[in-house]
């Protein structure tokens, strides 16, 4: 198949329609409209087979997830997503590939309510690149900068799920409960953006992150950017049952602060907002757990077991 029949057979049929978008797939650029009073949030994020997903990954799962991730950047800012772009190189037109890629794509439009609205296609290595793009009143939305001394530091579901999961699929670890393996290899193929939650903490969170590259790494993203320090109590970590049934209590506490993938948020409030955080996340019906408080020892991160200090070298995922 050529490019352009790809794109028209694969992408431009399935797509979920916006009133928003005034022109999408076809032409030179997408015409949209932003509504008035709300800011355009941008994310990108690319998707290497052997880097992000295995060679061999089912294509509809690595559709869903480029899709979930950049939306859960979305969520990290508070934004409500519109649109996406999609650039995807191919080693080959396999027509069954890209069946089962663009089944998935469609699932996510359609559940989250999105338009596919142009992008690029091209031959080579495997890789998908989203762009999501969202809205969100400007003074609501949700910064690394903003967090302060006394905050307290919370995070949402279970973390370090999908890295037991990604050591599962290389078969570094055992998880002798299938319905455990089968919950830990669902959080890393099908990782759920916090959306809902992002936008209920407008006005009740001071900082904001997603959990992409695992706790310990991205929480010197707040530090840095608010000039703060943090301490994080590591037996106030959320586990799920899964973890706490599969692997050692210590080996826990490594997934939890070191593996990524988990696209939970980190957010940070403070003690005279607790109360209204209460009640914006009962509506969520999402779970989620205060792990530590913010101080004023800039850049400091420090880690706690039952109150006292412990030496732990925690470090998260890193490209370069």
Known sequence: MKEFSIIDTFFKQQNHQRKDVLLGIGDDAALTVVPAGQALVTTTDTLLAGVHFLPDAEPSTIARKAVAVNLSDLAAMGAEPAWISLSISLPTADEAWLSAFATGLAEMTRFYSIQLIGGD?????????????????????????????????????????????????????????????QYVLNRLHNPTPRLLVGTSLRRIANACIDLSDGLSSDIKHILQASNCGATINVDKLPLSKAMRESVEPQNAVKYALSAGDD??????????????????????????????????????????????????????????
């Open 121 to 181: 296609t091209v031959q080579g290595p495997l890789a998908v690149t989203i762009t999501a793009q969202g809205f969100v009143p400007p003074e609501q939305a949700l910064l690394r900068s903003k967090a302060k001394p006394g905050d307290f530091i919370y995070v949402t579901g279970t973390l370090g799920d999908a890295g037991l999961g990604l050591d599962l699929l290389l078969n570094k670890v055992t998880v002798a409960d299938p319905i455990n393996a």
């Open 263 to 320: 696209y939970e948020l980190l957010f940070t409030v403070s003690e005279e907002q607790k109360g209204k955080l209460e009640t914006a996340m009962a509506n969520t019906s999402v779970s989620f757990s205060c792990i530590g408080q913010l101080n004023g020892m800039s850049n400091k991160l420090e880690y706690r077991l039952n109150n006292q200090v412990i030496d732990y070298q925690a470090t998260g995922y890193q490209h370069f």
